[in-house]
């Protein structure tokens, strides 16, 4: 028993030092992805409709939206709205490239109220 737990012993510390490695790439990744959700809501003029923090029309703020909603619901409301809620105004955004969607998703998804 000793021989096999000194064995997995290596590996189990190759395994931590690679699983620390790559948990800063996801971290990259996320503040470039919500830096560009950011610029996809600004380009798209979300502002018109929508506030965040403040900024925009108050009408239909979206401080918290990312605890109201999950990430799959929010991107199904962005692409078709109607589909969601019937008598939604806003208008639908089929047509948006898919890194722009995702990147928009994920800001949207990142807004909570602390």
Not at 21 to 42: F, H, I, M, N, Q
Not at 47 to 52: D, K
Not at 63 to 90: C, F, H, N, T
């Amino acid at each position: 028993m000793r021989r096999i737990a000194a064995a997995l012993i290596p590996l189990i510390l190759v395994f931590a030092l690679a699983s620390v490695g790559r948990a800063e790439e996801p971290a990259k990744t996320d503040a470039a992805s919500l830096d560009k959700g950011k610029g996809v809501y600004s380009a798209q003029h979300c502002s018109m409709c929508h506030a965040i923090a403040g900024k925009g029309n108050p009408k239909t703020p979206l401080d918290d939206v990312g605890a109201k909603l999950k990430p799959e619901e929010i991107r199904k409301y962005i692409v078709s709205p109607k589909d969601v809620k019937v008598d939604s105004k806003m208008r639908g955004y089929p047509g948006l490239p898919t890194a722009d969607l995702d990147a928009l998703v994920a800001y949207l998804s990142s807004l909570k109220k602390k």
